[in-house]
């Protein structure tokens, strides 16, 4: 069994006799009734997607994965390959199974991934929590325009946008956290 504060990104779980898989957290809520978890998760066997809030304390039943250690081998249209490194077997993922994760995906990394896998079909990927990315797009920074935390849209070199500092400029190398996808700090070499 697992507890509603244990679940994770990548953690699978039964709900209302459905199996079913988080791809985001999108926070915690607190009111009178108490904690109010907020998940995006995706039925594992139907591929929707649906946000879920869950209360503070549930339990579910566990969902089992097999997990083998993989590479983004292409990305061809909306179809994603990965390469197991030591059968060298090919499995592919569309861009709307693997949800949020897709944006943080580039076959020009050299990263080890953790394909899941449900019944033999691969179903979600792990990824580390930082990844590297590059800016292609952003607006100038304005020194002394605001007070405080200011941020801007940037555009990833995978297509996704996120909110980076006003200090940071186009074609930098930034981290993101994949389970927020938030900006971390400035790569380092």
């Given at each position: 069994?697992?507890?509603?504060?244990?679940?994770r990104?990548?953690?699978?779980?039964?709900?209302?006799?459905?199996?079913?898989m988080?791809?985001?957290?999108?926070?915690?809520?607190?009111?009178?009734?108490?904690?109010?978890?907020?998940?995006?998760?995706?039925?594992?066997?139907?591929?929707q997607?649906?946000?879920l809030?869950?209360?503070?304390?549930?339990?579910?039943?566990?969902?089992e994965?097999?997990?083998?250690?993989?590479?983004?081998?292409?990305?061809?249209?909306?179809?994603?390959?990965?390469?197991?490194?030591?059968?060298?077997?090919?499995?592919?993922?569309?861009?709307?199974?693997?949800?949020?994760?897709?944006?943080y995906?580039?076959?020009?990394?050299?990263?080890?991934?953790?394909?899941?896998?449900?019944?033999?079909?691969?179903?979600?990927?792990?990824?580390?929590?930082?990844?590297?990315?590059?800016?292609?797009?952003?607006?100038?920074?304005?020194?002394?325009?605001?007070?405080?935390?200011?941020?801007?849209?940037?555009?990833?070199?995978?297509?996704?946008?996120v909110?980076?500092?006003?200090?940071?400029?186009?074609?930098e190398?930034?981290?993101?956290?994949?389970?927020?996808g938030d900006?971390?700090?400035?790569?380092?070499?």
């Amino acid at each position: 069994m697992i507890t509603t504060g244990e679940i994770r990104v990548g953690s699978a779980f039964m709900f209302e006799n459905a199996p079913l898989m988080v791809q985001r957290m999108l926070g915690q809520k607190s009111g009178r009734a108490g904690m109010v978890t907020r998940l995006r998760v995706r039925n594992i066997v139907t591929g929707q997607t649906q946000d879920l809030g869950l209360d503070a304390g549930e339990k579910f039943e566990e969902v089992e994965l097999d997990e083998h250690t993989m590479k983004l081998s292409y990305i061809d249209g909306e179809t994603y390959v990965f390469m197991d490194q030591e059968s060298y077997e090919q499995f592919e993922m569309t861009k709307e199974a693997l949800g949020d994760n897709a944006g943080y995906l580039s076959p020009d990394d050299d990263v080890d991934l953790v394909i899941t896998f449900y019944n033999g079909a691969p179903v979600g990927v792990k990824l580390p929590v930082n990844v590297k990315r590059k800016i292609v797009y952003c607006e100038p920074g304005v020194k002394g325009n605001t007070s405080g935390k200011a941020t801007k849209p940037a555009k990833l070199d995978t297509g996704i946008e996120v909110q980076v500092p006003l200090f940071i400029d186009e074609g930098e190398d930034i981290m993101i956290d994949t389970r927020t996808g938030d900006f971390v700090e400035r790569a380092k070499d």
